[in-house]
């Protein structure tokens, strides 16, 4: 609601003394964008009275929208999911449509979780973004050990033999011996002392 002052009343006069109030006008509209505007009074009549106006201002501030980035999970050695974010508080006639950009992450892929951060966000000047972070989180990739190889060796005078398991991970296998007065292992050879 605009509204008005006065000053300059004499014996008693008032407001309420005038014989026309004034109209109180502004070039604002409910979808101007922030800024500032001008308030105009006008059409205040007296007869015992000479009226002159003083401009107001009208002053439109952002709006803040609220954004909350959603939690994400992805599994070690996979993509980044698309990261998302939830909307609250656009008024009426507006849509999360006003948003541009893109969330981003704090670097790194190794296990763990990462802050999602607000990034290139931006509700254009129309909003101001108050931002809730969350997290990446990089879970361990699960892999098959495959291996088929066969051990035996009979009365063969062979006594190294190349260990041949493979990891649907492609990280390289290690092996151990639980007797190793039986047989040792250096990298994937096997080397058997007692045959």
Known sequence: VLTVSY????NGDNASSLTSQPTVTTTATAA???????????RAADPDYTITYKQGTLTISQSAVRVVADAQTKEYGTSDPVLTYTVSGLPAGENAGVLTGALSRAQGE??????????SLSAGNKFTISFT????????????ISWSQTLAVGCSTTSDV??????????????????P??????GNILTLLKP
């Open 7 to 10: 000053a300059g009343f004499v």
């Open 32 to 42: 101007s964008p922030p800024g500032s505007y001008p308030i105009t009074a006008a």
């Open 110 to 119: 190794n296990t763990g979780s990462y802050p999602i951060t607000i990034g």
């Open 133 to 144: 972070g969350n997290f990446l989180t990089i879970t361990r990739a699960s892999q098959q």
């Open 162 to 179: 190349q260990l041949a398991a493979t990891a649907s991970s492609g990280l390289p296998v290690t092996y151990s011996v639980s007797d």
């Open 181 to 186: 007065s039986v047989a040792t292992v250096s």
